[in-house]
């Protein structure tokens, strides 16, 4: 692997795993279309995502960091009520998100391997956000976090599993359920991020003392470096996000749409090409 490919692999995880147009689907789309297929091949390219995704955990951390001080004083102080009730909102949608995904991450990544299946889900991605758009420009009145249901944030934390199959946005999914749940994009948006950090943080930590354990140190340095470059762009591309969606009223999702669609098809359309010679 190249130091060339660890920049762009860092660039590529820290802008699509907060912006809704899966990270995941771009790391099974990147390799082909600069036919770096030998790396992700491998066995170490899961790891190596996942040490990616674990630079992207850090920066949502640090951008959310007094958030997350307040959250968890509010456990201590009595008259921090709805700021308790987020908190546990938070507690309820992560424990099936980490359940399933235990579960479930490998095998649903190797059923959705290709370049083709992750262009047809990331199509289905950008779908899924137009049909978030129509609903939220349904509802005239949006809720705050803290007057959401338990129900619907465990509702939250078991669809965000469908980001583990390549094409699907863990933003893009949890936004639209919480739009569902009432939420302004906003809220809805800050309540993904949230529930991502510590989903995030979770695997990348796991996944670090399996390379020590493997001897492949060379992979843990390859995966830190590009880690820290997806860690500066994932910090620029939250704060945007959060700027970008407190500022918008309705349609806010179409643009990723557009982009989920457009670039689907053209890899759907070039691969289904290779397949004929």
């Given at each position: 692997m190249h130091l060339l490919?660890?920049?762009?692999?860092?660039?590529?995880?820290?802008?699509?795993?907060?912006?809704?147009?899966?990270?995941?689907?771009?790391?099974?789309?990147?390799?082909?279309?600069?036919?770096?297929?030998?790396?992700?091949?491998?066995?170490?390219?899961?790891?190596?995502?996942?040490?990616?995704?674990?630079?992207?955990?850090?920066?949502?951390?640090?951008?959310?960091?007094?958030?997350?001080?307040?959250l968890i004083a509010s456990l201590f102080i009595r008259d921090r009520r709805e700021e308790r009730k987020t908190f546990l909102l938070l507690v309820v949608a992560t424990i099936p998100a980490a359940i399933l995904g235990k579960l479930f991450e490998h095998k649903l990544q190797a059923l959705f391997p290709s370049a083709l299946s992750a262009s047809i889900f990331l199509i289905v991605n950008g779908v899924i956000l137009f049909w978030a758009d129509a609903m939220r420009k349904r509802r005239r009145r949006t809720s705050e976090i803290a007057d959401m249901s338990y129900r619907r944030s465990f509702l939250i934390g078991v669809v965000q599993a469908f980001a583990l199959i390549p094409g699907f946005s863990r933003s893009g999914i949890t936004m639209t359920a919480g739009l569902g749940s009432g939420l302004s994009y906003d809220e809805a948006a800050r309540f993904s991020f949230l529930l991502a950090t510590p989903v995030i943080l979770g695997a990348g930590v796991l996944e670090v003392p399996k390379m020590l354990h493997d001897h492949n140190h060379q992979m843990l340095h390859y995966g830190l470096l590009g880690g820290l470059f997806a860690g500066i762009l994932a910090l620029l591309s939250t704060a945007f996000l959060m700027r970008y969606f407190q500022s918008s009223e309705v349609r806010a999702l179409r643009p990723f749409g557009w982009y989920c669609i457009v670039v689907g098809i053209v890899v759907a359309v070039m691969s289904m090409a290779n397949l004929h010679f």
């Open positions: 490919q660890v920049i762009i692999y860092g660039i590529v995880q820290g802008i699509t795993e907060l912006f809704p147009i899966s990270s995941v689907g771009h790391a099974v789309i990147l390799p082909y279309l600069f036919h770096w297929t030998q790396f992700s091949d491998s066995k170490v390219f899961l790891p190596f995502v996942v040490m990616l995704h674990l630079g992207t955990g850090l920066a949502l951390l640090i951008y959310f960091l007094p958030e997350w001080i307040r």
